[in-house]
T-cell receptor
């Protein structure tokens, strides 16, 4: 499969705890993006990290990228019940790749934050 | 509210019907996408339009026919669909086609059921 892997597949935590999701991919990338999808809704872009960046922050989100291991992680700090959703990583293929022009999505992590 | 608008939100059709899904964005984006998403799965790319021209067709069956009348509109014409085509159909847009470092903006999708 061209799609990356995410783990865990499902994560259940208490409000206030931190949530960490991991993503691995297979090909050379230009960037890696994280999206959130609430039940019955479309995907919402959260954060984009370029292949030459190692860490990026946005509010309560922290993303790391290790291109040597072809992996990324998304950390959500001080989680809230409203963070309950599915989270997908997506890789933008490097120029010249057979996947140029596409975003390749991981399988997703379902996060439940209990109040 | 999303900046990409999809209509209808729900569609039920028989296998002999012809219907169309519509997508509209007014962000000035020049790349538009159709994705198919099955329950608990990531979105699967179907088509990419760049500057109103079809640039990627992911070997989608001909019963799905995309159309991009202008830079703001994207249609997906459906004919003689099969029950396995039941899914959430998502439209997205971005400033330009990857591998530029641009996020995609998604609509909330059309939930399609084939009887």
């Amino acid at each position: 499969s061209q799609q990356g892997e995410e783990d865990p597949q499902a994560l259940s935590i208490q409000e206030g705890e931190n949530a960490t999701m991991n993503c691995s991919y297979k090909t050379s990338i230009n960037n890696l993006q994280w999206y959130r999808q609430n039940s019955g809704r479309g995907l919402v872009h959260l954060i984009l990290i370029r292949s030459n960046e190692r860490e990026k922050h946005s509010g309560r989100l922290r993303v790391t990228l290790d291109t040597s291991k072809k992996s990324s992680s998304l950390l959500i700090t001080a989680s809230r019940a409203a963070d309950t959703a599915s989270y997908f990583c997506a890789t933008g293929a490097a120029r010249g790749s057979s996947n140029t022009g596409k975003l390749i999505f991981g399988q997703g992590t379902t996060l439940q934050v209990k109040p | 509210d999303t900046e990409v608008t999809q209509t209808p939100k729900h569609l039920v059709m028989g296998m002999t019907n012809k219907k169309s899904l519509k997508c509209e964005q007014h962000m000035g984006h020049r790349a538009m996408y159709w994705y198919k998403q099955k329950a608990k799965k990531p979105p699967e790319l179907m088509f990419v339009y760049s500057y109103e021209k079809l640039s990627i067709n992911e070997s989608v069956p001909s019963r799905f026919s995309p159309e991009c009348p202008n830079s703001s509109l994207l249609n997906l014409h459906l004919h003689a669909l099969q029950p396995e085509d039941s899914a959430l159909y998502l439209c997205a847009s971005s400033q330009v086609v990857p591998p530029s470092n641009q996020p995609q903006h998604f609509g909330d999708g059309t939930r399609l059921s084939i009887l």
